[in-house]
């Protein structure tokens, strides 16, 4: 079992930055992947970024050049920067992580709004 706790979010002006953490806890971190989706009201949840390792990492194209997923293994935690935030990039961000070698994304952290407005 794999508990994760997201910290980060809030008001941001269009422009603006934020970063996202999560720490997970339970489990051998190497034996897992974190990853950040996003889902704004009436929309699907989506993939934005994942990190396998420390360096081997996935960024979607819709937030890439923008937005960094980075994983510290020893902290066992993975932050996501968010930089030129716009308004269509607020919604409610959550960390997820799932075994290596499987498709499904298993454990859900609790979720953090991200709200960007002038």
């Known amino acids: 079992q794999v508990q994760l706790v997201e910290s980060g979010g809030g008001l941001v002006q269009p422009g603006g930055s934020l970063r996202l953490s999560c720490a997970a806890s339970?489990?051998?971190?190497?034996?897992?992947?974190m990853g950040w989706f996003r889902q704004a009201p009436g929309k699907e949840r989506v993939l934005l970024a994942a990190a396998y390792t420390s360096s081997s990492t996935y960024t979607s194209d819709t937030v890439k050049g923008r937005f960094t997923i980075s994983r510290d293994l020893n902290r066992n935690t993975v932050y996501l920067q968010m930089n030129s935030l716009k308004p269509e990039d607020s919604a409610v961000h959550y960390c997820?992580?799932?075994?290596?070698?499987?498709?499904?994304?298993?454990?859900w952290g609790q979720g953090t709004q991200v709200t960007v407005a002038s």
């Open positions: 339970g489990g051998t971190a190497a034996n897992y992947v």
């Open positions: 997820a992580a799932k075994w290596r070698g499987q498709e499904q994304w298993n454990y």
